[in-house]
């Protein structure tokens, strides 16, 4: 397969709403060629995921995974617009990974919307002052503090995070590629995360204090 530059893939992707996989492959096909390319995928019907998107999903999984000996669970919900396709093994697959995923990564939200004002906020003032700190001049801060804006949403957005078998797709990606290749629109509703102890405040032992303290006693 030829070599497709970046700015082409996620250029066909944006006019098709296809996934990266399919625009990468319709791109070498292609021979590069950007119109050439969405054709191809509107005549292997890839290029519709952008307007399944919109579609109700109501039906889907709710998936359980318990990682490390039960040290960390995890419950996600996983919507589709069919129990037919909810009943398949690819989606099933699919639902698996995203749990799998939350357990691993320790996102905190689905999405960018659901971050609270407040807490961006005050995410921002931090990222300010650190650049401050860094000695950045105040003209460049802003645009520090947007790039590192962006890389937060990457940490604690569930659809910003890479996937961590394929780290140069991202879930909201490998999403767009599912509902490409399904033919329905997926939607991830809502996820909860356990760790054991979490917390909860452990209590710090000092042997040393203790010997100390059980020789006192005795002695008395």
Do not use: W
């Not at 995360?193 to 005795?218: C, F, H, M, P, W």
């Amino acid at each position: 397969m030829m070599s497709v530059p970046a700015s082409f893939v996620k250029e066909l992707r944006e006019r098709t709403g296809a996934g990266m996989m399919d625009c990468k492959k319709a791109l070498a096909e292609s021979g590069g060629d950007i119109d050439k390319a969405a054709d191809y995928l509107r005549e292997k019907g890839l290029a519709a995921a952008a307007k399944k998107a919109g579609r109700i999903a109501a039906e889907g999984l709710v998936e359980s995974y318990i990682h490390g000996g039960g040290r960390i669970g995890v419950l996600v919900e996983v919507n589709c617009e069919t129990d037919f396709v909810a009943k398949t093994d690819e989606f099933k697959a699919l639902v698996k990974d995203i749990a799998m995923q939350i357990a691993a990564a320790k996102p905190e939200f689905v999405k960018r919307e659901e971050v609270p004002a407040e807490a961006l906020e005050h995410e921002k003032t931090i990222l300010r002052a650190q650049a401050l700190n860094e000695g950045k001049p105040a003209n460049i801060v802003e645009k520090m503090v947007e790039g590192r804006v962006e890389k937060y949403f990457k940490e604690v957005c569930l659809l910003e995070q890479p996937f961590i078998k394929e780290p140069d797709m991202s879930i909201k990606q490998l999403l767009t590629e599912k509902i490409s290749k399904i033919g329905e629109n997926i939607s991830i509703r809502r996820f909860t995360r356990y760790e054991l102890g979490e917390g909860i405040q452990k209590k710090q032992s000092d042997l040393a204090a203790e010997v100390a303290e059980a020789t006192r006693n005795v002695c008395k």
